[in-house]
C-alpha cells in the first residue's frame, strides 16, 4: 500500500487519479478517495500501536 504523506492537495489528486489508471477500472473512485485522503490521518493513529506489537516480538 502506498500512501501520501504530508503531500499537498494537488499531490493527492495526482495519486488518485494514478491508482485509478492503475486500477484499469477496478476502483471504486470513492473508495479511493477515502483511502488516500484519510490514510495519513490512520497510519499515524495506528503506528503507536504497531511499534509496541514490533517491540513486544523482539
Known sequence: ???PWGFSTD???RHIQDTLKAGAGLC?????RTLIGDGEKV???L????CLLIEGLT
Not at 28 to 32: A, F, K, N, P
Open 11 to 13: 499531490d493527492c489528486e
Open 1 to 3: 500500500m502506498a500512501l
Open 28 to 32: 471504486d473512485e470513492d473508495s479511493v
Open 43 to 45: 497510519w499515524k493513529g
Open 47 to 50: 503506528l503507536p500501536s504497531m
